[in-house]
């Protein structure tokens, strides 16, 4: 129906216009061009003023005004730089009295065309213009010449703008002085010579040229304007120089020993050609003489002052060439190559402490990881606050279980699974959990109406969520908080509002407290039902806003829909994500919020970045999508963050309530210049992390993605030696592991850890790493969530004269282990799939421990159930069906795999022996033994033997074969004996 009244509009205004320009009337001329602008502005403002209602019912009304005011501010500023510099060439510039159109039209024209240009340009980059108003120092240098970084951040970008500005201004003003001095041209010389084919012969060149100069008008003013031109080329050039301390093209981001000595002092002089170019320009008998080379090209068809800029510009352009290309590339070549090293040494060091400081790596602790080789029971003993809280349930695995057990309904959905601590019976405890949110994409194609997807099926309903070790008799996890309404084990953990309007999958509008019942929770075989009484959304109030809410959201099903009433609140923009991003469009949102509970109530956390390219001397490095960037742990890991930056701090923590969809955003790392200057651009939009609740504080985490970005620098970074970085000697590389039967880089990953000096277990995120090209571990970084220490970067190196295990060499460790490789590759052909889990390295006093999770899952089953734990210290594996037997076998001789496989040999064994001993003793009878059994046991030994020797030949398709023909034997000696 909208549009149709768009439409319908639109096209009576054309008709009006269309009569009134065929009758001549400028009545109806202007009445239909009115109603067409009114109906394009109007249709505007019902889009524009929704969003105002949104920002409204956020409380963040004046967040809203302020960017409207600044976009129009920084349109006005461009408007008035446009009109100011083509202003004097329009009024002045020699319009000829033939050229078809009115000369107050012809000179309004460029007038409109600079003020457009301005007016977008300054609209389209108001954030740059308020931020260099607004610009806060970070209070670091960079060497060269001696500026605050955020000169280049928040300066340079605005000079930029001005130049490209001007730069786009001068052109205009060159071709508008062009343009009628060609057409005097044409007739000028046309007169002069005689016609086009004129007879008149032609005088000496210089008596010529300057007679056609003074004939012909408007030479002056286009001299201005090329004038004006050269200047900004000049100018252009003195950016240059701030622009070095940004070049990538060299051995490392940022000036090198030829661009420190060479190119800096070049661009001065280069600017100065350029300035020079303007006095050839007012010199006649000097721009004559630069220009005769082409004067009998050109000088019959343009004005010989053109001739001489473009010979000018020309000579410009070739010494530029010279001095910025060639000069420099001779001292980089014969000077710089063959000493790069010793040259380059002072530069590489700018750039390796200039990059730590843009990726917040400036404060790292770095320690060498001694790594013992003892693991005994003491410390296991003394370790039980990281010992308890090491994760067996894999993301994928726990995700199906969810799905199974814990979504009731077709229509929730478990999207993301994430890990966080609570102290639940006095005890720190690492736990995963996950919102049940609601998609009704997942209802049947006959129940997605209208009026269930809008008015219904509104919001999800509570979390489930689990201790990361605990396993229930039946192999699942140990819930704390389940089902609907959600019961929870510990009273701590209750939740006592545990509706979900706004999430990761409501992606969709919906109305509450409407005529139309909500769906609140399924109870049995009934529905339970509820009206929102919350705050969350833009409510109806009137017709009005029921019929632009209907144009923006739901078209004519919603006006015309007789379930929202006034009291309705519409909730539109859900998506967590999508909403923190709408409000601060300026930050890098994480695109992997994760879910708390606290006091009772959910609350989303969504980390939030400051990200520049243009921080000085610092390398640049492609990080995408932290906004398509997701560390999606139920997933083991994602992508980095997006685009090619030097500069990134968390710097911002956005707090989301489910239920009212209200966000406060808290400034989490005061020294960032860059959110200090979004501070003062939006005062009262953020926050200081003083003023977070404290119970919210202790579930603030150290971001995931942040880590992955920054271990990606660091891998580079961590050589400060400057020989060492130009040899690339100790390059880093993410450790690797088999995940689900696929090899991938680690991703960092959530544990609770102790401190070599501490006893107390504190949660950090963790990554490791290996040299490049080779498995063995070199060292693992970690960021520090806790209250005390949060924002802590600690890393830690291995000593390069001990050889630490990697991760993949774990794997490799289980493939080559006879019995447990047969025994996955039994289960593999079995209609089974093996899945291996990741890998956690976990650092304990000083040495490392390996775990992963082996689960197994039928090919009917929905679920995998967890069927091993391997655990490994350096050569050491011990694996078993429980966490603490595994861990046991490392230290215990009485324990581990191979007493227990021992044990299942001897077992087998015996119970051969006492077969056949059963079989050979007399009894008061003697009776021979039927030759059909006797051909089965010695059937089952032939088996039994070949199957271990298969082993041993590492052969395990055929020592499964053999398990199988053991098994049917054993299977038809036992009927047999029954038999008997």
């Known amino acids: 129906m909208y549009s149709l009244i768009f439409l319908g509009l639109i096209a009576i205004s054309g008709l009006i216009l269309f009569r009134g320009i065929h009758s001549g009337k400028k009545k109806p001329i202007f009445i239909g061009a009115a109603l067409a602008v009114a109906t394009l502005l109007f249709f505007w403002f019902m889009g524009f003023w929704v969003d105002k209602l949104w920002f409204d019912s956020l409380g963040y009304v004046n967040r809203f005004w302020a960017e409207i005011l600044v976009q129009i501010s920084g349109g006005f500023i461009g408007l008035l730089i446009g009109v100011a510099v083509i202003l004097p060439f329009a009024l002045m510039v020699r319009i000829p009295e033939d050229s078809g159109l009115p000369r107050k039209t012809l000179r309004l024209i460029p007038l409109i065309l600079a003020g457009l240009i301005g007016a977008v340009r300054g609209a389209g980059n108001w954030d740059t213009i308020f931020k260099f108003f607004n610009q806060h120092s970070t209070e670091i240098k960079e060497p060269i010449l001696g500026l605050d970084a955020g000169f280049y951040m928040f300066t340079l970008p605005f000079l930029e703008l001005i130049y490209s500005l001007l730069f786009l201004l001068a052109l205009v003003a060159v071709i508008l002085t062009f343009l009628p001095l060609y057409a005097h041209?044409?007739?000028?010389?046309?007169?002069?010579?005689?016609?086009?084919?004129?007879?008149?012969?032609?005088?000496?060149?210089?008596?010529?040229?300057?007679?056609?100069?003074?004939?012909?008008?408007?030479?002056?003013?286009?001299?201005?304007?090329?004038?004006?031109?050269?200047?900004?080329?000049?100018?252009?050039?003195?950016?240059?120089?701030?622009?070095?301390?940004?070049?990538?093209?060299?051995?490392?981001?940022?000036?090198?020993?030829?661009?420190?000595?060479?190119?800096?002092?070049?661009?001065?002089?280069?600017?100065?050609?350029?300035?020079?170019?303007?006095?050839?320009?007012?010199?006649?008998?000097?721009?004559?003489?630069?220009?005769?080379?082409?004067?009998?090209?050109?000088?019959?068809?343009?004005?010989?002052?053109?001739?001489?800029?473009?010979?000018?510009?020309?000579?410009?352009?070739?010494?530029?060439?010279?001095?910025?290309?060639?000069?420099?590339?001779?001292?980089?070549?014969?000077?710089?190559?063959?000493?790069?090293?010793?040259?380059?040494?002072?530069?590489?060091?700018?750039?390796?402490?200039?990059?730590?400081?843009?990726?917040?790596?400036?404060?790292?602790?770095?320690?060498?990881?001694?790594?013992?080789?003892?693991?005994?029971?003491?410390?296991?003993?003394?370790?039980?606050?990281?010992?308890?809280?090491?994760?067996?349930?894999?993301?994928?695995?726990?995700?199906?279980?969810?799905?199974?057990?814990?979504?009731?309904?077709?229509?929730?959905?478990?999207?993301?699974i994430d890990i966080d601590r609570y102290t639940i019976g006095g005890e720190y405890r690492s736990v995963m959990i996950s919102p049940r949110e609601m998609e009704t994409d997942n209802l049947p194609p006959k129940s997605q109406t209208f009026v269930n997807k809008r008015f219904k099926y509104t919001h999800g309903y509570g979390i489930a969520m689990n201790t990361v070790n605990d396993f229930t008799e039946s192999g699942l996890p140990e819930l704390l908080i389940r089902d609907i309404p959600p019961q929870s084990k510990y009273e701590s953990l209750e939740v006592t509002r545990p509706e979900i309007y706004y999430g990761e999958l409501t992606d969709e509008y919906v109305i509450a407290n409407s005529e139309e019942q909500e769906f609140d929770y399924p109870r049995g075989d009934e529905n339970q039902f509820v009206s929102y009484s919350g705050s969350g959304g833009v409510e109806v109030s009137n017709f009005f806003r029921k019929f632009i809410l209907g144009y923006k959201l739901g078209g004519t099903d919603f006006l015309f829909s007789g379930y929202p009433k006034s009291e309705s609140r519409v909730m539109f923009n859900r998506r967590v994500v999508d909403r923190v991003n709408r409000v601060a469009p300026f930050l890098t949102i994480d695109d992997d919020p994760y879910i708390v509970l606290i006091d009772g109530e959910l609350r989303w956390i969504v980390e939030g970045y400051s990200t520049s390219s243009s921080f000085p001397y610092s390398d640049h490095f492609s990080?995408?999508?932290?906004?398509?960037?997701?560390?999606?742990?139920?997933?083991?890991?994602?992508?980095?963050?997006?685009?090619?930056?030097?500069?990134?701090?968390?710097?911002?923590?956005?707090?989301?309530?489910?239920?009212?969809?209200?966000?406060?955003?808290?400034?989490?790392?005061?020294?960032?210049?860059?959110?200090?200057?979004?501070?003062?651009?939006?005062?009262?939009?953020?926050?200081?992390?003083?003023?977070?609740?404290?119970?919210?504080?202790?579930?603030?985490?150290?971001?995931?993605?942040?880590?992955?970005?920054?271990?990606?620098?660091?891998?580079?970074?961590?050589?400060?030696?400057?020989?060492?970085?130009?040899?690339?000697?100790?390059?880093?590389?993410?450790?690797?592991?088999?995940?689900?039967?696929?090899?991938?880089?680690?991703?960092?990953?959530?544990?609770?850890?102790?401190?070599?000096?501490?006893?107390?277990?504190?949660?950090?995120?963790?990554?490791?790493?290996?040299?490049?090209?080779?498995?063995?571990?070199?060292?693992?970084?970690?960021?520090?969530?806790?209250?005390?220490?949060?924002?802590?970067?600690?890393?830690?190196?291995?000593?390069?004269?001990?050889?630490?295990?990697?991760?993949?060499?774990?794997?490799?460790?289980?493939?080559?282990?006879?019995?447990?490789?047969?025994?996955?590759?039994?289960?593999?052909?079995?209609?089974?799939?093996?899945?291996?889990?990741?890998?956690?390295?976990?650092?304990?006093?000083?040495?490392?421990?390996?775990?992963?999770?082996?689960?197994?899952?039928?090919?009917?089953?929905?679920?995998?159930?967890?069927?091993?734990?391997?655990?490994?210290?350096?050569?050491?594996?011990?694996?078993?069906?429980?966490?603490?037997?595994?861990?046991?076998?490392?230290?215990?001789?009485?324990?581990?795999?191979?007493?227990?496989?021992?044990?299942?040999?001897?077992?087998?064994?015996?119970?051969?022996?006492?077969?056949?001993?059963?079989?050979?003793?007399p009894t008061a009878a003697p009776q021979e033994m039927p030759q059909e059994m006797n051909q089965l046991i010695q059937s089952a030994n032939n088996a039994f033997d070949t199957y271990f020797e298969l082993l041993g030949e590492k052969q395990f398709g055929a020592a499964s074969e053999e398990l199988d023909r053991l098994g049917r034997v054993l299977e038809q000696l036992s009927r047999q004996q029954g038999a008997e």
């Open 185 to 416: 041209t044409q007739k000028g010389l046309t007169s002069y010579f005689g016609g086009k084919n004129g007879a008149r012969d032609v005088t000496p060149e210089d008596e010529e040229q300057e007679q056609v100069e003074h004939t012909l008008p408007g030479g002056n003013l286009f001299l201005a304007a090329a004038s004006l031109f050269f200047f900004i080329l000049a100018a252009g050039k003195l950016l240059d120089r701030y622009r070095l301390l940004l070049d990538p093209g060299g051995i490392t981001v940022g000036p090198g020993w030829t661009d420190a000595n060479i190119r800096l002092p070049m661009y001065l002089i280069a600017a100065l050609i350029a300035l020079a170019g303007i006095a050839m320009l007012w010199i006649p008998a000097l721009r004559r003489k630069i220009s005769r080379p082409f004067s009998k090209l050109f000088s019959q068809m343009v004005h010989p002052h053109a001739v001489g800029a473009a010979s000018v510009l020309a000579i410009i352009l070739v010494l530029w060439f010279l001095i910025l290309s060639v000069v420099p590339g001779l001292f980089q070549s014969l000077k710089v190559s063959p000493n790069e090293i010793t040259m380059e040494e002072p530069y590489i060091s700018h750039n390796i402490e200039l990059t730590r400081h843009g990726f917040n790596l400036q404060n790292i602790s770095e320690s060498e990881f001694p790594v013992s080789q003892e693991f005994n029971q003491q410390i296991v003993e003394d370790n039980q606050g990281t010992i308890s809280n090491i994760r067996l349930w894999d993301w994928m695995a726990l995700d199906s279980v969810y799905k199974q057990f814990q979504e009731i309904r077709l229509y929730y959905e478990f999207n993301d």
């Open 623 to 921: 990080a995408r999508s932290v906004g398509s960037s997701r560390i999606s742990e139920r997933r083991g890991g994602g992508d980095r963050l997006t685009g090619q930056i030097n500069y990134i701090r968390n710097s911002v923590k956005a707090v989301v309530n489910p239920y009212n969809g209200k966000i406060d955003m808290y400034i989490y790392d005061e020294s960032d210049a860059i959110i200090q200057v979004w501070n003062r651009i939006f005062p009262g939009l953020f926050k200081n992390k003083s003023e977070m609740p404290e119970e919210l504080r202790k579930h603030v985490r150290y971001p995931a993605n942040y880590l992955l970005t920054q271990g990606e620098v660091y891998a580079k970074y961590h050589m400060t030696d400057p020989n060492v970085f130009y040899n690339q000697e100790d390059l880093w590389i993410p450790a690797t592991e088999k995940y689900y039967n696929d090899v991938q880089n680690v991703k960092p990953y959530y544990v609770m850890w102790e401190r070599p000096d501490s006893d107390e277990a504190e949660f950090i995120v963790m990554m490791p790493f290996t040299p490049k090209n080779r498995q063995v571990l070199i060292g693992w970084i970690a960021g520090a969530s806790d209250p005390e220490n949060y924002g802590e970067f600690i890393a830690y190196k291995f000593p390069k004269d001990k050889r630490v295990l990697g991760t993949q060499q774990m794997e490799t460790k289980i493939d080559q282990n006879s019995y447990l490789s047969s025994q996955l590759s039994l289960w593999n052909q079995r209609g089974s799939n093996v899945i291996r889990g990741n890998i956690i390295t976990i650092p304990i006093d000083d040495t490392i421990l390996y775990v992963e999770p082996i689960y197994l899952q039928a090919e009917t089953a929905a679920y995998p159930e967890l069927r091993l734990v391997a655990v490994m210290h350096n050569d050491k594996l011990s694996y078993a069906e429980t966490f603490e037997e595994a861990l046991r076998g490392l230290y215990d001789p009485e324990a581990g795999p191979e007493k227990q496989n021992a044990e299942i040999v001897s077992q087998f064994t015996s119970a051969q022996d006492e077969g056949a001993a059963e079989a050979e003793a």
